[in-house]
Every structure is written in structure tokens, then in C-alpha cells.
């Protein structure tokens, strides 16, 4: 786990970039920013007002020396970003007024920030809720190009391991999209083979998961995964994907030999996507739980800009993890 962390804090220092927390008020927050910037990977702005992200670093003994610290009540950005902000929601009958209320949001002015340029990605969830930290991306970043869906993925790095890649693995979706069609399944995993690639370091040789190898049992879920397979190789002919694939039979090289003949990925899959968010989350608890494998997220993935979300019981160290894999997200 360190070892891959280290890895990606040094790529983010390679290519600093800024790092909005719109959280700032938050002790978990104050702290995590001296952590970044003391380990020096990322730029920190920290959105809220200054005496009282002042008052919390002083009463936790922490020096914010180097972190940007805008108040979105009093910024001179204001006017500029509630102009952006009118001009992308107007069609929904958002008026000029309302945007200069909502710029206020410290949610929204992250957003806002990232998609102006002033920002490289946001890092939220330690006070607020999912919905409330995606809702602002979703309504100004929005999704990349050719991406309909926002999906999140966890590296699993499982000890003692002779699969995958060594150990590692990066599992989809297992916290966001409850039951993903055949085309969105498809983006899952395009996305997520970049996470494998950019963020875990490994190549990778996607396995779409199912109860059915190859035809093995004729029914609509299996069937998903076969056409969300064809989807992925027509929109990325040269990614390594195959399915529908059981989970042995993707990464145990014994079973992928008989169940797969001729598969390049069956036997030898480290990227696993599953059909549906029971059997992700299940799964990845269950690696976690029994493997003792550490599980690094979850990352997000599919917006323009990168944007993470927390667990509200997320500790300091989660929250410097998320900003160095946010930095390098934003790097790509």
C-alpha cells in the first residue's frame, strides 16, 4: 500500500497541480492540508471563510503556511464565475440572482474553480454527502467527452496474491451506479482501465464479470455483459477486455485456459468489472475482509475534471491519499 502511494505522490510531484478543499472548515481538512503541503504534491486552496479556517488550524496547532485560502463570499472571482454559472444552468431557469447566491456554496465554487482553470480538481465528502458533492460536477464540470456515466473504482492491493497484476486489482463500480445498462457498462470499463493504468501503474487486461463464462448459461444479465463487451472493444479496439467471464475463470490462469481457450484476458484479468453495485460493493468487502487486501478509494471517474468524493468517517490520512490520486488524475 505504501509502496503504490508513494509512487503516485511522486508522480503528482512531478507536475504539481492545485487542489481546491471546500470543506476547509473541517479539523480533518486543516489538517490534511499541512500534511500535502509539508509532503509538497499538490497546490491547496481552501474555500471558506479565513478567521474561522484561521480558528481551527490555531485551536488543532496547524500551520497553513502556503495554502491559498478564498472566502467565496468576499472573492473577487464572484462576478466571473456566477456569469459561468448563469450561462450553463439559464436553460434550467436558474436567473443572474440565484447564480450569485449559489456561487457562495463552497461546493459550488470549487466546481467553478476547476471548470475556470483557477483549480485542477476538488476533493469533498468529509462533511457532506455524496449527492451533495458530486451534484455541483455534475451540473458544471460534467462528464469527459464520449462519457455519459460517473463511476468510481478501488485499487485492491491484496497480499501474498499470485493474480492479477502481482496483487493488484481495480475493481468497478462497487459505490455509485446501482444497475448500469449495457452502454454504461461499456464506459465503466473504459474508465476504469485508465484508473489501472494512470493510478495503480499496471496494464490492463479488463474481465467483465457475470455468473456466465462464454455462453455457459443463456440469460439477460449474462447477456449484458456480452454486449457491454463488444461496446468497449468497438469504442477502444486496442484495449485488452473480454467477457462475459465467471471470476475464476477470469484470474486463475487453470481455468481461463479451459472455461477461455484463446482468451488474451481470461486467466490473467487484474481490471474486474461487475455487472451491477451489489455484487462490486460485496465483492470488494469481501477481498477486503477475508484477503486482508487494502482497498485505495473510491476513485472517481468519468468527469471532465477530477473530482473525489469522501467517506464522512474518512480519516487525515484518506483525505492526503485522495488529493495526491486527485493530482494525478488531473495530470492526465
Known amino acids: 500500500m505504501s509502496e503504490l502511494l508513494t509512487q503516485i505522490k511522486n508522480k503528482a510531484s512531478q507536475q ?6 471546500p470543506e476547509a472548515t473541517e479539523p480533518r481538512m486543516v489538517k490534511a492540508t499541512q500534511q500535502i503541503l509539508q509532503e509538497g504534491f499538490a497546490d491547496i486552496t481552501l474555500i471558506g471563510d479565513q478567521d474561522e479556517i484561521e480558528k481551527v488550524a490555531n485551536n488543532e496547532g496547524v500551520d497553513l503556511s502556503g495554502a491559498e485560502i478564498l472566502n467565496p463570499k468576499e472573492t473577487d472571482k464572484n462576478d466571473d464565475y456566477a456569469e459561468k454559472l448563469f450561462e450553463l444552468r439559464q436553460h434550467k431557469g436558474i436567473t443572474m440572482e440565484d447564480a450569485q447566491k449559489i456561487v457562495e456554496d463552497p461546493l459550488y465554487f470549487a466546481a467553478l474553480m476547476v471548470k475556470a482553470g483557477d483549480a485542477d480538481g476538488y476533493v469533498g465528502g468529509a462533511v457532506n454527502t455524496t449527492g451533495d458533492t458530486f451534484r455541483p460536477a455534475l451540473q458544471i464540470i460534467k462528464t469527459a467527452p464520449g462519457i455519459s456515466v460517473v463511476s468510481s ?20 463500480d462497487c459505490a455509485l451506479n446501482p444497475n448500469p445498462d449495457k452502454n454504461q457498462m461499456a464506459e465503466i470499463a473504459i474508465t476504469t482501465a485508465e484508473t489501472a ?12 464479470l457475470s455468473f456466465s463464462t ?10 449484458k455483459v456480452v454486449e457491454a463487451t463488444k461496446i468497449a472493444k468497438d469504442k477502444e479496439p486496442d484495449m485488452m477486455i473480454d467477457g462475459e467471464l465467471q471470476l475464476d475463470a477470469a484470474i486463475m490462469p487453470s481455468v481461463g485456459e479451459k472455461k477461455a481457450p484463446g482468451s488474451e484476458v481470461a486467466g490473467n484479468a487484474n481490471t474486474l468489472i461487475f455487472p451491477d453495485l451489489q455484487s462490486g460493493n460485496i465483492g470488494y468487502k469481501l477481498v ?21 468524493d469522501l467517506s464522512r468517517g ?3 490520512q484518506d483525505i492526503v491519499d485522495i488529493a495526491a490520486i486527485t493530482s494525478v488524475q488531473a495530470q492526465g
Not at 158 to 170: L, R, S
Not at 199 to 206: E, F, N, W, Y
Not at 288 to 308: C, E, H, S
Request: charged share 20%; hydrophobic share 45%; proline share 6%.
Open 16 to 21: 504539481k497541480k492545485m487542489i481546491a478543499l
Open 153 to 172: 473504482s478501488f485499487i485492491m492491493l491484496v497480499p501474498d496474491c499470485e493474480y492479477g497484476d502481482n496483487g493488484v486489482f481495480v475493481f468497478s
Open 197 to 208: 493504468k494512470n493510478l495503480a501503474g499496471i496494464d490492463p487486461k479488463v474481465g467483465m
Open 214 to 223: 462464454k455462453g455457459s448459461a443463456d440469460h439477460e444479465l449474462a447477456q
Open 288 to 308: 477486503q475482509r477475508l484477503a486482508g487486501a487494502r482497498a485505495v478509494g473510491p476513485v472517481t471517474q468519468g468527469f471532465a475534471m477530477p473530482v473525489n
Open 314 to 316: 474518512c480519516s487525515v
